[in-house]
């Protein structure tokens, strides 16, 4: 079955212990992406990589890291969390050609910070 | 940069009835895509019709229709026959042609069906 996981699906913790929350496809997509939703923003994009090796900032990047060491693999990293960086968070990937592809998302992971 | 806004925070049907969303966007674009998800309690994205700007025929999908005025930048979406698990978050997002899968979503407008 074609999907993207993401671990763990609920966090809380405290104001600067590192985190990381992993999100895994497995269709071989080269896109991947990071989000974040807050009421009334909708979703925003943190992060983006367009294959091994290559990612970018996207809208609302400070406070987080990412890497794609593989390309299933796409970690999001808040090195010192804060208390606005309580959110829910999706990772998504499609197969890279544009937007014509579909975007294909994981659970989310409710995180919230103290 | 591309916005979209979504101007009806909560919305409301009875079940059976038809409903249209409302999303305007602006961009300078002309080669771009657009989008509605649908996000349940459960909090997946669902993916419920899209759009390419540059196909002048509206998009369906069953009961989903969309009547997209790119003149206006306006996508609105139809939902016919109301279901009450069409009870959901519903986000408009824009997708530019050569954003390699960036989207840009509007604010989200709740939607409840009533039996």
């Known amino acids: 079955e074609a999907q993207v996981t993401q671990n763990p699906r609920y966090l809380i913790t405290v104001t600067g212990k590192k985190l990381t929350v992993t999100c895994s496809q497995n269709?071989?997509?080269?896109?991947m992406s990071w989000y974040r939703q807050d009421p009334g923003l909708g979703l925003r994009q943190i992060y983006y990589?367009?294959?091994?090796?290559?990612?970018d900032k996207g809208d609302v990047p400070e406070g987080y890291k990412v890497s794609r060491k593989e390309k299933r693999n796409f970690p999001l990293i808040l090195e010192s969390p804060s208390p606005n960086q309580t959110s829910l968070y999706f990772c998504?990937?499609?197969?890279?050609?544009?937007?014509?592809?579909?975007?294909?998302f994981g659970p989310g992971t409710r995180l919230l910070v103290l | 940069a591309q916005t979209v806004t979504q101007s009806q925070p909560e919305m409301s049907v009875q079940e059976a009835e038809t409903v249209t969303l409302s999303c305007t966007y602006d961009?300078?674009?002309?080669?771009?895509?657009l989008f509605w998800y649908k996000q349940p309690p459960s909090r997946q994205m669902i993916l419920v019709i899209r759009?390419?700007?540059?196909?002048?025929q509206n998009a369906t999908e069953n009961r989903f229709s969309v009547n997209f005025q790119k003149a206006a930048k306006s996508f609105s979406l139809k939902i016919s026959d109301s279901q009450l698990g069409d009870t959901a978050m519903y986000f408009c997002a824009f997708g530019r042609g050569t954003s390699y899968g960036k989207l840009t979503f509007g604010q989200g407008t709740i939607l409840t069906v009533h039996p």
């Open positions: 269709m071989n997509h080269e896109y």
């Open positions: 998504a990937s499609s197969s890279g050609t544009g937007t014509s592809e579909t975007q294909y």
């Open positions: 759009q390419e700007a540059y196909k002048q």
């Open positions: 961009t300078s674009e002309n080669n771009y895509y």
């Open positions: 990589s367009m294959n091994v090796e290559v990612t």
